[in-house]
């Protein structure tokens, strides 16, 4: 792999990265309840999804999912539900004072952060297929695969990380600012869009071949 196609990869993922998605979103929310500490155990959970993806696509994933029919719609309907279920909780989170505090004693731990961000990240069937159709792209076959795809890994967690930490410092700062107005502010528009994408993953259907 070249390095002029190693930046043009990274620069197409940097774009991605700066429209938030469902692991950005929950970042923000992570990092304006609970703190960037707490937002940054969230990150290794996604990240680590990245690395999942990129063994998975790899492996033949993206193409499975394109053949099957039936693969494509069973994760991509579980994957709504599941950001479907983060959104309504984001919004719940955004209640009356009472609710605010019941959830202020509430933090969850590292694991429930952790498992709760890579399932986040996991659940978008469209970017297995995206990730399948542009990993392939910046692979010199003439070359050992394995090592090329973990440089992409490794760049794909870089930028990821930079892009979450950025939405997650925001998070902390608003509410540093705006205080409890703040947070539930940025719950209630990540709680909404989150739930707008569930509805996008739902109703996304693969272009005909």
């Given amino acids: 792999m070249s390095p002029s196609a190693l930046l043009a990869f990274a620069l197409i993922l940097s774009v991605g990265v700066a429209t938030p998605g469902p692991t950005v979103l929950l970042a923000m929310s992570n990092g304006s ?14 990240v680590t999804a990245d690395v999942v993806m990129v063994a998975l696509v ?8 394109d053949a099957s029919e039936t693969a494509f719609v069973t994760l991509k309907l579980a994957g709504a539900a599941w950001l479907a279920y983060v959104g309504v909780r984001m919004l719940l989170s955004a209640g009356g004072p009472a609710a605010a505090q019941a959830l202020e004693h509430a933090t969850p731990d590292r694991r429930t952060a952790f498992l709760k961000s890579f399932f986040v990240a996991m659940s978008n069937p469209k970017y ?3 990730m399948s159709a542009l990993l392939p792209q910046f692979v010199d076959r003439s070359h ?3 090592p090329q795809y973990a440089i992409l890994a490794a760049t794909i967690v870089a930028i990821d990380v930079a892009g979450m930490t950025g939405y997650a410092l925001l998070g902390v700062h608003s509410v540093r600012v705006w205080k409890a107005a703040g947070e539930k502010w940025l719950n209630r528009v990540s709680g909404s869009l989150l739930l707008m994408l569930a509805g996008y993953v739902a109703l996304y259907r693969k272009a005909a071949n």
């Fill in 128 to 130: 297995y297929l995206f």
């Fill in 58 to 65: 790899g492996l033949g994933l993206g193409m499975l999912l």
């Fill in 144 to 146: 050992a695969i394995a």
């Fill in 33 to 46: 309840r609970y703190g960037l500490r707490h937002a940054m155990v969230g990150m290794l959970g996604a």
